[in-house]
T-cell receptor, first 115, second 108 residues
Framework: DTEVTQTPKHLVMGMTNKKSLKCEQHMGHRAMYWYKQKAKKPPELMFVYSYEKLSINESVPSRFSPECPNSSLLNLHLHALQPEDSALYLC??????????????FGPGTRLTVT | RKEVEQDPGPFNVPEGATVAFNCTYSNSASQSFFWYRQDCRKEPKLLMSVYSSGNEDGRFTAQLNRASQYISLLIRDSKLSDSATYLCVVGGTYKYIFGTGTRLKVLA
């Protein structure tokens, strides 16, 4: 089973709201990722967690706050977003960090609209 | 120069055709290579990993040329259902780098 689940599937939020995106995998993977994808563009890396520690933050604005409560869960907390943050937010996981040729598996994404 | 480059296409091919995509990468220390398929408004799905010896999965063949720093994907006997964006992904030490994707449309 190579399933990564994400909730919610769709989210509409105002610029003053606080919301969270959730991601879960039960494959025993030790690396998890958040990506942002705009239409007709490839996924853009935001954060990497490796063994539950944040290993990469790609200069993401602080209105996005990741959290890894345990090895199966990854959250992305959203606060004071801008309309240009509207996108598909993808979670992914891999057995280990990228440097070991592990395959990466994606969840179905959360389609976020900021009004 | 982008770290991973692909021809964005679109490639419009008739059903039954053979089509090939190439992807070049700039970092010679890159360690892993993959092809993903992404349908409109869906997540990327792993199509195949790419190994130095080349590998085949049904109608799909992937090749890696480390000397010239490119990977390729060959699709034989194209089906309408192959219409999608094909993403080349290169694994570095700390993260995966995505190409821009190549759009394929298979025409009836």
């Amino acid at each position: 089973d190579t399933e990564v689940t994400q909730t919610p599937k769709h989210l509409v939020m105002g610029m003053t709201n606080k919301k969270s995106l959730k991601c879960e995998q039960h494959m025993g993977h030790r690396a998890m990722y958040w990506y942002k994808q705009k239409a007709k563009k490839p996924p853009e890396l935001m954060f990497v967690y490796s063994y539950e520690k944040l290993s990469i933050n790609e200069s993401v604005p602080s209105r996005f706050s990741p959290e890894c409560p345990n090895s199966s869960l990854l959250n992305l907390h959203l606060h004071a977003l801008q309309p240009e943050d509207s996108a598909l937010y993808l979670c992914a996981s891999s057995q280990g960090p990228p440097g070991h040729s592990y395959e990466q598996y994606f969840g179905p994404g959360t389609r976020l609209t900021v009004t | 120069r982008k770290e991973v480059e692909q021809d964005p296409g679109p490639f419009n091919v008739p059903e039954g055709a053979t089509v090939a995509f190439n992807c070049t990468y700039s970092n010679s220390a890159s360690q892993s290579f993959f092809w993903y398929r992404q349908d409109c408004r869906k997540e990327p799905k792993l199509l195949m990993s790419v190994y130095s010896s080349g590998n085949e999965d049904g109608r799909f063949t992937a090749q890696l040329n480390r000397a010239s720093q490119y990977i390729s994907l060959l699709i034989r006997d194209s089906k309408l259902s192959d219409s999608a964006t094909y993403l080349c992904v290169v694994g570095g030490t700390y993260k995966y780098i995505f190409g821009t994707g190549t759009r394929l449309k298979v025409l009836a």
